[in-house]
């Protein structure tokens, strides 16, 4: 009877403890889990800012108790992520590069303006920016470059493609405003691009003042500042896709698809149109954090490595 007492003393423990090992396993599967989703979407973030800025970014580091950083050009070390907590405000008013590729934008059609808070493209890192197209107003305007569009020359900036970009744009876009009049009047007389001037209301600067920016022909509807939800459903709802297409086929994101709508503006951000066409799911488990990729070069494989030594 003793022995019995004790064996039954063991199998309760063994139970016991058998529970405890599982949820201690579990628990650390699931930060497992969380770190790797972590990991994975800093790891595609910088691809994309590497594939985004060929040239202007030179390197990654990881420094122990500081972060990974990108390295510019120049040598300026931007910090990927501050680990703070932001609300939405937050992350427009002082975001890191984390920030500025959390929200994936969408490449789809949308069929009405986008629930709140949803403004991807709106977050911008302006040291990054800066660093790419001039770190100053007289910079910048030494970087700008005329782009014929239609009937007139428009100043656009000419580093990292953002120019070339706008080029390619106006090759499809004029001719197809020219034998479309339905077209034509979202097109034309267009609204501006380089101005160097802060976004109304902030102490921001406007992505006009970089030269990476266009409006298109202005209508009072456009803009969330000057116009209902409800103006601003009606004139979405007869927006041209065509013109959105042709933008984002040139790694543009457009105004259109944020709560904060914009709907004229149009931004050169190939790094969310990378990440939107590469990387909009989640990784699966046991895939690689870079499958996504339709095609890969001697570029993008010694981009890849970079990044797997620096956070090894
Ligand atoms: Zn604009």
Same mark, same amino acid.
């Given at each position: 009877?003793?022995?019995?007492?004790?064996?039954?003393?063991?199998?309760?423990?063994?139970?016991?403890?058998?529970?405890?090992?599982?949820?201690?396993?579990?628990?650390?599967?699931?930060?497992?889990?969380?770190?790797?989703?972590?990991?994975?979407?800093?790891?595609?973030?910088?691809?994309?800012?590497?594939?985004?800025?060929?040239?202007?970014?030179?390197?990654?580091?990881?420094?122990?108790?500081?972060?990974?950083?990108?390295?510019?050009?120049?040598?300026?070390?931007?910090?990927?992520?501050?680990?703070?907590?932001?609300?939405?405000?937050?992350?427009?008013?002082?975001?890191?590069?984390?920030?500025?590729?959390?929200?994936? %934008? +969408?490449? &789809?059609?949308?069929?009405?303006?986008?629930?709140?808070? @949803?403004?991807? *493209?709106?977050?911008?890192?302006?040291?990054?920016?800066?660093?790419?197209?001039?770190?100053?107003?007289?910079?910048?305007?030494?970087?700008?470059?005329?782009?014929?569009?239609?009937?007139?020359?428009?100043?656009?900036?000419?580093?990292?493609?953002?120019?070339?970009?706008?080029?390619?744009?106006?090759?499809?876009?004029?001719?197809?405003?020219?034998?479309?009049?339905?077209?034509?009047?979202?097109?034309?007389?267009?609204?501006?691009?380089?101005?160097?001037?802060?976004?109304?209301?902030?102490?921001?600067?406007?992505?006009?003042?970089?030269?990476?920016?266009?409006?298109?022909?202005?209508?009072?509807?456009?803009?969330?500042?000057?116009?209902?939800?409800?103006?601003?459903?009606?004139?979405?709802?007869? %927006? +041209?896709? &065509?013109?959105?297409?042709?933008?984002?086929?040139?790694? @543009?994101?457009? *105004?259109?698809?944020?709560?904060?709508?914009?709907?004229?503006?149009?931004?050169?951000?190939?790094?969310?149109?990378?990440?939107?066409?590469?990387?909009?799911?989640?990784?699966?488990?046991?895939?690689?954090?870079?499958?996504?990729?339709?095609?890969?070069?001697?570029?993008?494989?010694?981009?890849?490595?970079?990044?797997?030594?620096?956070?090894?």
């Amino acid at each position: 009877m003793k022995k019995f007492g004790l064996w039954l003393i063991i199998l309760a423990l063994t139970i016991g403890f058998g529970r405890v090992n599982r949820n201690y396993i579990r628990n650390q599967l699931i930060l497992t889990q969380e770190e790797n989703e972590y990991t994975v979407t800093m790891k595609r973030d910088l691809l994309c800012l590497m594939m985004a800025y060929p040239g202007h970014i030179t390197g990654i580091e990881a420094e122990d108790g500081k972060g990974v950083f990108i390295v510019m050009r120049s040598g300026r070390r931007i910090l990927y992520d501050d680990k703070k907590e932001k609300s939405f405000q937050e992350k427009l008013s002082s975001p890191d590069l984390q920030d500025m590729l959390e929200q994936i %934008y +969408p490449l &789809e059609d949308i069929q009405s303006l986008m629930p709140p808070n @949803f403004d991807p *493209g709106r977050i911008r890192v302006y040291s990054f920016l800066h660093e790419v197209y001039g770190g100053s107003k007289a910079q910048v305007e030494g970087n700008l470059t005329n782009v014929k569009a239609g009937p007139q020359y428009i100043l656009f900036n000419k580093q990292n493609g953002a120019a070339e970009a706008l080029d390619m744009v106006m090759d499809e876009l004029v001719p197809l405003a020219g034998s479309n009049p339905k077209i034509y009047p979202f097109v034309f007389p267009m609204s501006g691009t380089f101005n160097y001037r802060n976004i109304a209301g902030t102490g921001q600067l406007s992505p006009h003042a970089f030269g990476t920016a266009i409006d298109l022909a202005r209508n009072n509807k456009d803009y969330w500042k000057w116009a209902t939800r409800e103006e601003g459903e009606k004139r979405l709802a007869v %927006y +041209p896709r &065509e013109i959105v297409k042709i933008f984002e086929k040139n790694r @543009f994101v457009w *105004g259109g698809k944020w709560t904060h709508f914009d709907i004229l503006h149009f931004e050169y951000r190939p790094e969310l149109i990378l990440k939107a066409r590469y990387f909009s799911g989640q990784a699966k488990p046991h895939q690689l954090w870079y499958e996504g990729l339709t095609s890969m070069d001697d570029t993008t494989r010694s981009y890849i490595q970079m990044i797997e030594s620096a956070l090894d």
